[in-house]
DNA sequence: CGATTCCCTCTTTTT
DNA sequence: GAGGGAATCG
């Protein structure tokens, strides 16, 4: 029998082929790391190792998902489906719902959202009686998250050096923490954090990891981070079968704590470590891989590397100005249309390709004005629809009823007569007693003179709202399909009439109640293809996974245009990319100039121009749209860099104060 | 308490 | 240009 296998160059066959001990392979944009992994991995499965033994990070499920398919190709569905492959973050939401009870982690925690994040962190603020204009809420919440990725807790924050701002954020920082676990709830970063106790405080546990998972293997390991890197050294401590693949110059994650100095030093972490490198880059024809390779020459932080082309020569990217973000969506779509037509390609070749979410918006108009299919990748703005939002909030609340953000969130939606005095005093009553909202409700369910005053319309509501609730826990824990209970929870709380309540017209109101129906479809879709369906763990794909639920729920969608941001395109490949938005400003990054991290910018721009394999095209515009206004543009510094031309009078960097004269 | 209106901010990137 | 929050009135 001939087993089907993938090419390897000798390099890469040598990386599959050592198996034992660590290995680093570093190696730049398109020269088969991916390929290396997905290989090894099937390398080890025909040589007799467990696929259970196995345990694959990636950077996206998505990733994970595709590998695990490619696998299944070489040695079949039956053994890849046992394979261990995900994010960190979904490998320890699933390790800390067996095991965190060993940190005090309640076994039905909720993994909030990045909305519920800052709902908390809003909250904090507002304890201290800290106005928002002092502190963001947003920049608060990113101090907080980069403090637990370095390992800093709210009392050591608070001993940090650091001015005014400092402190109240870290003070914020500790009531965040309390509000959370007294909501018993966790964020993104306590995954890996909680998960990190969990492996230190329970060694016998870590030894059983350590004997399970016998050879890890981790994709784009230039951007792990502190806590992940952690995990990875207790796991591989005793066997030290770790293979890490990654490549410095595509580090774009420094802003979340990825710390490109991990992938540069793994061989003073490993000491016995195999290096190998790969100088191949079979993706790019030259023309590409020559523009990309002389911007990111210009970064001083990095490990200079061979780059070759595999690829014969093909055609000069395209440097394309335009007067206006809609001359720029009108004549992209317009050329792939007609190359479609042509019979030149397919739509599923072109992937359009930007620096932040709010650009997609005028190509989408025009994807849809000439009726091409399309897709757009990583989109957040379903999930911040108010009705998805207020449904999940419900959903939450039956799983976790101490989940204070959601409780609060749906208290009175739709209005119930518990107005923002009886909110305060519940709240109140709660800080005060060092619990919760719900506990509060609880005892005045019980004993009305148990708490503060409320008034009895409000606290008639509130007795309806918790007997509803928690019938549905009842039907839940009896087993009754999750569908059945999203569908009998939109009953009770009357949420249909609760939407054509808020909205008049009834074209809004359709596309409202929509979005409530596309969160059941989940739910329909999420109970079918699990293994062993619950509503925790429909929240956790909801928390970790989103994108892909929407997927699954969609109709199958395989010749589309794919549009998606530069973090979102990594690691992936298209025959024919549309870089666009090549401006000062926004890549680089109006902010990121201005904090200094010009060089992740270039890093963001080599591995946007790197993900086209024949054709490129960078896109830049004179005047944008910004806030509804038309504001001017410069075409971006690494247009210059990669063409060696050099800036016009006028020109202007977006980190400097005068134009180039 | 709830509905309406105005006004402000926001745009970095994501698990 | 949208969406959320504060202010204001019924
Ligand atoms: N030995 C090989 N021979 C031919 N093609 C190869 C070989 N190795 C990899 N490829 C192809 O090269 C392309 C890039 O491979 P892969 O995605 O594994 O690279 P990578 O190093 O992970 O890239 P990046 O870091 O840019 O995401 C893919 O289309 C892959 O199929």
Same mark, same amino acid.
């Given at each position: 029998?001939v087993?089907?296998?993938?090419?390897? !160059?000798?390099?890469q066959q040598?990386?599959v082929?050592?198996?034992?001990?660590p290995?680093?392979?570093l190696?730049?944009?398109?020269t088969?790391k991916t +390929?290396?992994?997905?290989?090894?991995i099937?390398?080890?499965?025909?040589n007799?190792?467990?696929?259970?033994?196995?345990?694959?990070?990636?950077?996206?499920?998505?990733?994970?998902?595709?590998?695990?398919?490619?696998?299944?190709?070489?040695?079949?569905?039956e053994?890849? $489906?046992?394979l261990?492959?995900g994010?960190?973050?979904?490998?320890?939401?699933r390790?800390?719902?067996?095991?965190?009870?060993?940190?005090?982690?309640p076994?039905?925690?909720t993994?909030?959202d990045?909305?519920?994040?800052?709902?908390?962190?809003?909250?904090?603020?507002r304890?201290?009686?800290v106005?928002?204009?002092?502190?963001?809420?947003s920049?608060?919440?990113?101090q907080?998250?980069?403090?637990?990725?370095?390992?800093?807790?709210?009392?050591?924050?608070?001993?940090l050096?650091?001015?005014?701002?400092?402190?109240?954020i870290?003070?914020?920082?500790?009531?965040?923490?309390a509000?959370?676990?007294r909501?018993?709830?966790v964020d993104?970063?306590?995954?890996?954090?909680?998960?990190?106790?969990?492996m230190?405080?329970?060694?016998?546990?870590?030894?059983?990891?350590?004997?399970?998972?016998r050879?890890?293997?981790?994709d784009?390991y230039?951007?792990? !981070?502190? =806590?992940?890197?952690?995990?990875?050294?207790l796991?591989?401590? $005793?066997h030290?079968n770790?293979?890490?693949?990654?490549?410095d110059?595509?580090?774009?994650?420094?802003?979340?704590g990825?710390?490109?100095?991990?992938?540069?030093?793994?061989?003073?972490?490993f000491?016995?470590?195999?290096?190998?490198?790969?100088?191949?880059?079979?993706?790019?024809t030259?023309e590409i891989?020559?523009?990309a390779?002389?911007?990111?020459?210009?970064?001083?932080?990095?490990?200079?590397?061979e780059?070759?082309a595999f690829?014969?020569?093909g055609v000069?990217?395209?440097?394309?100005g335009?007067?206006d973000?809609?001359?720029?969506?009108s004549m992209?779509?317009?050329?792939?249309?007609?190359?479609?037509?042509?019979g030149?390609?397919?739509?599923?070749?072109?992937?359009?390709?930007?620096?932040?979410q709010?650009?997609?918006?005028?190509f989408?108009?025009?994807?849809?004005?000439q009726?091409?299919?399309?897709?757009?990748t990583?989109?957040?703005?379903?999930?911040?629809?108010?009705?998805v939002?207020?449904?999940?909030?419900?959903?939450?609340?039956?799983a976790?009823?101490?989940d204070?953000?959601?409780?609060?969130?749906?208290? !009175?939606? =739709?209005?119930?007569?518990?107005?923002?005095?009886?909110?305060?005093?519940?709240?109140?009553?709660a800080?005060e007693?060092?619990?919760?909202?719900?506990?509060?409700?609880?005892?005045?369910i019980?004993?009305e003179?148990?708490?503060p005053?409320?008034?009895?319309?409000?606290?008639?509501?509130?007795?309806?709202l918790?007997? !509803?609730?928690?019938?549905l826990?009842m039907?839940?824990?009896?087993?009754?399909?999750?569908?059945e209970?999203?569908?009998?929870?939109?009953?009770?709380?009357d949420y249909?009439?609760?939407?054509? +309540?808020?909205?008049d017209?009834?074209?809004?109101?359709?596309?409202?109640?929509?979005?409530?129906?596309?969160?059941?479809?989940?739910a329909?879709?999420?109970?079918?293809?699990?293994?062993k369906?619950?509503?925790?763990g429909f929240l956790?794909?909801?928390?970790?996974n989103a994108?892909?639920?929407?997927?699954?729920?969609?109709e199958?969608?395989p010749?589309?245009?794919?549009?998606?941001?530069?973090?979102?395109?990594?690691?992936?490949e298209?025959?024919?990319v549309?870089?666009?938005?090549?401006?000062?400003g926004t890549?680089?990054?109006? +902010?990121s100039?201005?904090?200094g991290?010009?060089?992740?910018e270039? +890093?963001?721009?080599y591995?946007?121009?790197?993900r086209?394999?024949?054709?490129?095209?960078?896109?830049?515009?004179?005047?944008?749209?910004?806030?509804?206004?038309?504001?001017?543009?410069?075409v971006?510094?690494?247009?210059?860099e990669a063409?060696?031309?050099?800036p016009?009078?006028?020109?202007?960097?977006?980190?400097?104060a005068?134009?180039?004269r």
């Amino acid at each position: 029998m001939v087993t089907p296998t993938v090419r390897l !160059n000798p390099e890469q066959q040598e990386a599959v082929e050592h198996t034992e001990g660590p290995l680093l392979v570093l190696a730049g944009a398109g020269t088969g790391k991916t +390929r290396v992994i997905t290989a090894r991995i099937a390398h080890l499965l025909r040589n007799g190792i467990l696929p259970e033994q196995v345990l694959a990070m990636t950077f996206t499920n998505k990733a994970a998902r595709e590998m695990r398919e490619r696998i299944a190709g070489i040695v079949g569905e039956e053994r890849a $489906q046992f394979l261990t492959m995900g994010t960190f973050h979904s490998f320890c939401a699933r390790l800390l719902r067996r095991h965190g009870e060993i940190v005090g982690l309640p076994r039905q925690y909720t993994i909030c959202d990045s909305a519920d994040q800052l709902a908390t962190v809003r909250a904090a603020l507002r304890e201290l009686r800290v106005g928002e204009e002092k502190v963001k809420p947003s920049a608060a919440l990113s101090q907080i998250s980069l403090w637990k990725n370095q390992l800093i807790g709210p009392e050591q924050a608070l001993d940090l050096p650091g001015d005014d701002r400092d402190e109240l954020i870290a003070r914020a920082f500790r009531k965040y923490e309390a509000s959370l676990r007294r909501s018993r709830v966790v964020d993104f970063d306590d995954l890996l954090l909680m998960t990190l106790r969990v492996m230190r405080e329970d060694a016998k546990l870590l030894g059983r990891l350590q004997e399970q998972y016998r050879y890890l293997l981790v994709d784009e390991y230039q951007d792990t !981070n502190g =806590p992940q890197y952690e995990i990875l050294r207790l796991l591989s401590s $005793q066997h030290r079968n770790l293979c890490v693949v990654g490549d410095d110059d595509q580090s774009i994650y420094g802003w979340r704590g990825a710390d490109v100095r991990k992938i540069l030093r793994f061989d003073q972490d490993f000491p016995e470590a195999k290096i190998v490198r790969l100088e191949t880059n079979y993706r790019c024809t030259p023309e590409i891989l020559d523009a990309a390779n002389k911007v990111i020459a210009n970064n001083r932080a990095r490990h200079p590397k061979e780059l070759r082309a595999f690829e014969d020569s093909g055609v000069p990217v395209t440097w394309l100005g335009l007067y206006d973000e809609l001359q720029e969506a009108s004549m992209i779509v317009t050329e792939i249309r007609q190359t479609v037509e042509r019979g030149e390609a397919n739509f599923g070749d072109f992937a359009i390709l930007f620096r932040t979410q709010s650009q997609p918006r005028a190509f989408e108009a025009e994807l849809r004005r000439q009726k091409l299919p399309y897709q757009l990748t990583g989109s957040q703005s379903f999930f911040d629809r108010k009705e998805v939002r207020d449904v999940l909030a419900y959903l939450k609340l039956l799983a976790n009823p101490e989940d204070e953000v959601s409780l609060l969130r749906v208290i !009175n939606t =739709p209005p119930r007569g518990v107005g923002k005095g009886t909110i305060e005093a519940l709240v109140g009553a709660a800080t005060e007693a060092g619990s919760t909202a719900n506990q509060i409700i609880d005892g005045l369910i019980a004993d009305e003179a148990s708490g503060p005053k409320i008034p009895p319309k409000a606290m008639k509501s509130l007795r309806e709202l918790f007997g !509803n609730l928690g019938s549905l826990r009842m039907q839940l824990a009896h087993g009754e399909p999750l569908s059945e209970i999203v569908a009998e929870l939109l009953t009770r709380v009357d949420y249909k009439a609760e939407v054509e +309540r808020q909205y008049d017209d009834q074209q809004t109101r359709e596309a409202r109640w929509n979005g409530v129906l596309e969160v059941v479809d989940f739910a329909v879709n999420y109970t079918r293809q699990a293994r062993k369906p619950t509503l925790d763990g429909f929240l956790e794909e909801l928390a970790l996974n989103a994108e892909d639920q929407r997927e699954e729920a969609e109709e199958e969608r395989p010749q589309a245009v794919s549009l998606m941001t530069l973090h979102a395109a990594k690691g992936l490949e298209w025959p024919r990319v549309y870089l666009v938005g090549f401006e000062e400003g926004t890549l680089p990054h109006k +902010r990121s100039a201005a904090e200094g991290s010009v060089e992740e910018e270039r +890093r963001l721009a080599y591995v946007g121009m790197t993900r086209a394999r024949r054709v490129l095209t960078v896109s830049w515009a004179e005047q944008r749209t910004r806030y509804g206004r038309p504001a001017p543009c410069h075409v971006s510094r690494f247009f210059f860099e990669a063409t060696g031309e050099t800036p016009h009078r006028g020109w202007v960097a977006a980190d400097a104060a005068h134009p180039v004269r």
